[in-house]
Every structure is written in C-alpha cells, then in structure tokens.
C-alpha cells in the first residue's frame, strides 16, 4: 500500500508540474499582461528576422563566396579577368548578381539547394583543382541548366532586349541579336563563358 500510495503522490506532483508550466507558457502571468507578453514576442522576432535576413545577405558578398578555396583558387580569378569585373563603365557585377535570385521566396530557394555544396566541402568532391577540372563540364551545365529554366532571370536583371539598341552594337553582335530576339531565346543558350571558361568538352562538342 505504500508504494502505491508514493507512486500516486509522484503522479499527483507531475500532473501539478505539468498544469504550472502549461499556466506559464499559455496563459497571460498576472504580474504580466497579455499585451506585455505580446510586445516582447513582436520585440523577439523582429530581432530574429533581422539577425536571418543579415546573415542571408551576408552569404551573398564575393567575401563569404571566396571563403572557401573550391571557389577562390579557380573560378574566381577567371571571375576578376572578365568584363563582369573590370569594365569601361566601372559597373562591377557580383557573385550573388548572376547566380541567386533577387526575389525573397526564389531566394530562399537557392539557399537551400546550396546545403548540398556544404556535403561536398565536406566529403572534398572538388578540394584540388584536378577534381575540379574533372567535374568543370557537369558543374557549368547544373548552372547553365538553371538559368535557362528561369529564362536567364539573373542575366535580365541588368540586360533586357527592350532596352537594347541594335545600332550600337556590332554588326556581328546585332546579326545575333535581332533574330535571337525574334526567337525568344534566353541568354545563357549564347553567352555561355562569359566570365568562366568553358569546359574543354564543351569546345570540342560545340
């Protein structure tokens, strides 16, 4: 009898347990009102939002996309050598501008395809450049593959055919354009290496 009566005391005391911290995290404290408790939940996720929107910003800089040699030690000087950089407007054209959305949701997105690049930093898929040249061809048609999907959304960010004057261009390049145009083709079907080499394959192929 005793131990039953001590094992229904314990239940009786976690049952009581159980209703306090219900009362605490559910039902307004008397000391303080609902409209405290509100204000400090608005106050905490304001602060939440602003330190996750900061950090998704931050993943975009050159800085944070050249924190890891993969990207620093190939792509990113062939980066530097091209008109994206260094041009006679003196407009400098980020990694974040060509490869993730500006949109919030699409943005987002990308974010979380990108967790897959963390498994293969891990698992040092492309850590020298010789694995890196070998997986070249797979790894620019992935993005080619992408950008065409999306009608090469980043590219019109900054170049659209509406604002395009076919008299400016060069003959070779307005030859190109117009029927392109025409066509409703998206950039990426021509400018492929544009700022990263192509793979060999691809020349060979092509």
């Given at each position: 009898?005793?131990?039953?009566?001590?094992?229904?005391?314990l239940f009786a005391f976690g049952n009581a347990m159980f209703a306090s911290l219900k009362r605490r995290?559910?039902?307004?404290?008397?000391?303080?009102?609902?409209?405290?408790?509100?204000?400090?939940?608005v106050f905490a996720g304001i602060i939440f939002w602003g330190g996750f929107h900061t950090f998704v910003?931050?993943?975009?800089?050159?800085?944070?996309?050249?924190?890891?040699?993969?990207?620093?030690?190939?792509?990113?000087?062939?980066?530097?050598?091209?008109?994206?950089?260094?041009?006679?407007?003196?407009?400098?054209?980020?990694?974040?501008?060509?490869?993730?959305?500006?949109?919030?949701?699409?943005?987002?997105?990308?974010?979380?395809?990108?967790?897959?690049?963390?498994?293969?930093?891990?698992?040092?898929?492309?850590?020298?450049?010789?694995?890196?040249?070998?997986?070249?061809?797979?790894?620019?048609?992935?993005?080619?593959?992408?950008?065409?999907?999306?009608?090469?959304?980043?590219?019109?960010?900054?170049?659209?055919?509406?604002?395009?004057?076919?008299?400016?261009?060069?003959?070779?390049?307005?030859?190109?354009?117009?029927?392109?145009?025409?066509?409703?083709?998206?950039?990426?079907?021509?400018?492929?290496?544009?700022?990263?080499?192509?793979?060999?394959?691809?020349?060979?192929?092509?």
């Amino acid at each position: 009898m005793a131990a039953v009566s001590g094992g229904c005391h314990l239940f009786a005391f976690g049952n009581a347990m159980f209703a306090s911290l219900k009362r605490r995290l559910f039902e307004p404290s008397q000391r303080y009102g609902g409209g405290v408790i509100l204000v400090a939940g608005v106050f905490a996720g304001i602060i939440f939002w602003g330190g996750f929107h900061t950090f998704v910003e931050y993943t975009n800089t050159v800085e944070f996309c050249i924190s890891c040699h993969e990207m620093r030690d190939t792509v990113y000087p062939e980066y530097q050598e091209s008109k994206h950089y260094t041009n006679a407007s003196g407009v400098r054209v980020t990694c974040a501008d060509c490869h993730v959305p500006r949109s919030w949701g699409a943005k987002i997105a990308r974010k979380i395809r990108a967790s897959n690049e963390l498994y293969h930093k891990l698992i040092g898929s492309i850590d020298t450049r010789e694995k890196f040249e070998a997986k070249r061809l797979h790894l620019a048609e992935n993005v080619w593959r992408s950008m065409e999907a999306s009608d090469s959304r980043e590219c019109r960010n900054c170049h659209s055919y509406e604002a395009m004057n076919f008299h400016d261009q060069s003959r070779r390049g307005a030859k190109k354009m117009k029927p392109a145009l025409e066509k409703g083709q998206t950039c990426i079907e021509c400018h492929k290496g544009v700022v990263h080499k192509l793979p060999p394959e691809y020349e060979e192929d092509d």
